[in-house]
């Protein structure tokens, strides 16, 4: 069967076409700018907001989801029992009553086997791909490394669209969409391509438009860190809270900041390009071709070209996890080292912090490896070049090194269209 008529079975496109029906025009940028909410759409913002609030709480009774809603319990099941009908939502078992008795509450949960999203991470070197579950699970893993030889960017796409087709094969429903988290520059509004530093031939490709057209399903591309932070929100360790950033570290650097319950793209996402702020004047050539960019000196070539310098041992394979092992074992250049990679990473925090204000940072990629001797540096650091304030406690955690957060994320970015919630 050719993939574009991978789902078009009569049984299976009804089945698609019931969960596509979530989809609506308000859930597009340039619908939200338009201002003024539709009546036909008003029913669709309200569920938007009750999953969105069982996102934030987990598993939840719908007499708890209708009190922090803020409406009654009617309303609540008027909102989730077509959904529960569609197979998105599931009432879990009874929990014990609480004291004085009263009808056991039920918490609702999404459905474990409702319509999967395919995620794709694609970097430079290669490409990460899954099916996500609406809770999150990630299954049906399939990764393939680029060639270095490549002349033109053909073999990379076919790679992709290879990828992103075992994937689909494997999933047991008609998949909602498929998410993508690129490294590089990108282009939101058209899922394009702007420009990857590192692997130049994928410049200017329509990558949204391409798998959408190749797989006949919806799409939405956004920048790693992005996907990261959607991720964060979601699913992990950012869920629920209004106010926060991620920095992603390794062979580059970039970062996505959450401000006031909204993720902040900038025009056609291009904010969070952190890795190109300027940390030191006429410092380091940057591979952008500017000078003293934070990625000059946060990132694994620089640890690596001073890791030669001092003499440490495996200088051309060090990241942050062998250094902190070094660090431990050896103390002396390597703990000097790991002390200087750790305020070079809180030098562009804090120029984030001071402009921003975002309070609790997630730190993904290769600092994480670092584990709590990296974090705590980075968090002493950090104490030192942010003036402090009352009520200002900064608070740093390491996030994953797996990049589960930007494949959770990825699929994040459909699932925000399913449940009409702005990012
Ligand atoms: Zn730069």
């Not at 309303?75 to 009263?102: A, C, H, N, R």
């Not at 990460?128 to 490549?150: K, M, Q, Y």
């Not at 950033?245 to 401000?259: H, P, Q």
Request: with cysteine; aromatic share 6%.
């Amino acid at each position: 069967m050719a993939s574009e008529d991978r789902f078009s079975s009569d049984g299976e496109r009804g089945g698609l076409a019931a969960l596509n029906d979530l989809f609506d025009d308000t859930s597009r940028p340039d619908a939200r700018r338009q201002g003024l909410i539709s009546s036909s759409s008003i029913g669709l913002a309200n569920r938007g907001r009750v999953l969105q609030v069982l996102f934030d709480l987990g598993p939840t009774s719908r007499a708890e989801l209708a009190r922090h809603v803020g409406v009654n319990r009617a309303t609540i099941t008027g909102i989730i029992q077509p959904l529960i009908d569609q197979g998105i939502l599931v009432e879990g078992e009874p929990l014990p009553s609480k004291e004085g008795g009263g009808k056991p509450a039920r918490p609702i949960w999404f459905a474990e086997d409702a319509a999967p999203i395919c995620a794709v991470l694609l970097m430079h070197d290669g490409v990460h791909c899954c099916l996500v579950s609406l809770d999150g699970t990630i299954t049906a893993e399939v990764r393939a490394t680029f060639p270095e030889d490549a002349a033109t960017v053909e073999p990379l796409i076919d790679i992709l669209f290879d990828c992103v087709g075992q994937v689909l094969d494997l999933a047991h429903r008609p998949p909602l969409g498929i998410g993508v988290a690129a490294g590089g520059m990108i282009d939101t509004d058209t899922g394009t391509i702007v420009a990857v530093n590192l692997a130049p031939l994928l410049d200017g490709f329509p990558l949204g438009q391409a798998l959408a057209r190749r797989f006949g399903l919806p799409v939405r591309v956004d920048h790693h860190p992005r996907a990261l932070l959607v991720g964060d929100r979601w699913f992990g360790i950012g869920r629920g809270k209004p106010n926060f950033a991620v920095i992603y570290t390794g062979d580059v650097l970039g970062g996505a900041i959450f401000l006031d319950g909204h993720l902040y793209r900038g025009p056609a996402g291009a904010g969070g390009e952190l890795g190109h702020t300027f940390v030191q004047v006429d410092g380091a050539t940057c591979r952008c071709g500017r000078r003293g960019c934070w990625e000059t000196i946060a990132t694994l070539g620089w640890l690596r070209r001073e890791a030669l310098q001092r003499h440490l041992p495996s200088c051309e394979a060090m990241d942050s996890r062998s250094l902190a092992l070094l660090a431990m074992e050896n103390g002396g250049a390597a703990a000097g080292l790991l002390d200087l990679y750790a305020r070079n990473v809180a030098i562009g925090i804090a120029n984030l912090q001071q402009t921003m204000a975002p309070n609790f940072f997630v730190l993904h990629g290769d600092v994480v490896g670092g584990g709590a001797t990296l974090l705590e540096a980075i968090a002493a650091h950090m104490r030192d070049l942010v003036p402090w304030r009352p009520g200002n406690d900064i608070q740093l955690v390491m996030g994953d090194l797996e990049d589960r957060a930007a494949l959770r994320g990825a699929a994040g970015l459909i699932l925000s269209e399913l449940l009409h919630f702005a990012l």
